[in-house]
């Protein structure tokens, strides 16, 4: 139904910026809904960073507010995470998912996708 691909991550030193990219592939007739941002970094679980709705309302945790802003472009289904000020406690695996809806023949359709994962390396 969907599929995601992300892209931006990289090295960078600590202080430094990226922008991840994350575009939506969908079938025709789906809709999607929240997109979301999470993270893994080795030997820990994954979780969110931050995530956005359809009408742009955003959530962050709390170790990245301030620093990082979501944001999205309904016409491209992309999503965009802007790093700042980045430390090398945000060196992880960073995935992308959005959640998404249709409506078939015999009821609606929902689920959720998620992208490969994209590495970001903070070094000091």
């Known amino acids: 139904q969907v599929q995601l691909a992300e892209s931006g991550g990289g090295l960078v030193q600590v202080g430094g910026s990226l922008r991840l990219s994350c575009a939506a592939t969908?079938?025709?007739?789906?809709?999607?809904?929240?997109m979301e941002w999470h993270r893994q970094a080795p030997g820990h679980q994954r979780g969110l960073v931050a995530s956005i709705s359809p009408d742009s309302r955003t959530n962050y945790v709390d170790s990245v507010k301030g620093r990082f802003t979501i944001s999205r472009d309904n016409a491209k289904n992309t999503v965009y995470l802007q790093m700042n000020n980045l430390k090398p406690d945000d060196t992880a695996v960073y995935y992308c998912n959005a959640d998404y809806f249709k409506y078939a023949d015999d009821g609606p359709v929902v689920g959720r996708a998620w992208g490969q994962g994209t590495q970001v390396t903070v070094s000091s």
């Open positions: 969908t079938e025709s007739g789906v809709r999607i809904n929240v």
